[in-house]
């Protein structure tokens, strides 16, 4: 079974400040990861994904992740965040069985 | 094309009531499924179906039934409501990378 471990439940940031989100797993086999995102009142939309090849993966909206397998280790990075950013995300890992496992979220608030 | 489409948006049920969340795609994918979310929880899986016809149990399926009722459609029934199902609910399809997407919500109040 996989396991994933969001380290922080809330991260407040200045607009423009960088901000990255922590993201650990344990899997006694492969996985292919993921970030959602999910703005107030919506559903998740995908932010990025990695399931082969480089491990610094880029996403949507300016944010990247880079996967660490030595460190069991999938972290969310933006350089410079809005306030268009406030969400929370949810890191997501899946062996390919169909099921995909969710961390417990982080919130993020970017404040001007 | 609309993606993942959820009805009812939001629902209050008292304790034993029973309803039905109903959930299609137009994706055409294989794979859809049926998650709870709450407070400091994450999203955990209720059921899942992972082709038409089949359906198999995910990690909270106490208290929930399903029916996958052809490869678009796919309901989650309370058949009696309790007050620990007060959620928001979410139906997503997979496609073949790996990549679900997710409906708008549901959200459920048992009272």
């Known amino acids: 079974a996989q396991s994933v471990t969001q380290l922080d439940s809330q991260v407040p940031v200045f607009e423009e400040a960088p901000v990255e989100l922590r993201c650990n797993y344990s899997s006694s086999v492969s996985v292919y990861l993921f970030w959602y995102v999910q703005y107030p009142n919506q559903g998740l939309q995908l932010l990025l994904k990695y399931l082969s090849g480089s491990t610094l993966v880029k996403g949507i909206n300016g944010f990247e992740a880079e996967f660490n397998k030595s460190q069991t280790s999938f972290h969310l990075r933006k350089p410079s965040v809005h306030i268009s950013d406030t969400a929370e995300y949810f890191c997501a890992v899946t062996p390919n069985d169909y099921k995909l496992s969710f961390g417990a979220g982080t919130t993020v608030t970017v404040r001007a | 094309n609309a993606g993942v489409t959820q009805t009812p948006k939001f629902q209050v049920l008292k304790t034993g009531q029973s309803m039905t969340l109903q959930c299609a795609q137009d994706m055409n994918h294989n794979s859809m499924y049926w998650y709870r979310q709450d407070p400091g929880m994450g999203l955990r899986l209720i059921y899942y179906s992972a082709s038409e016809g089949t359906t198999d149990k995910g990690e909270v399926p106490n208290g929930y039934n399903v029916s996958r009722l052809n490869k678009r459609e796919f309901s989650l029934r309370l058949e009696s409501a309790a007050p620990s199902q007060t959620s928001v609910y979410f139906c997503?399809?997979?496609?073949?990378?790996?990549?679900?997407?997710f409906g708008p919500g549901t959200r459920l109040t048992v009272l």
């Open positions: 997503a399809s997979r496609d073949l990378t790996d990549t679900q997407y």
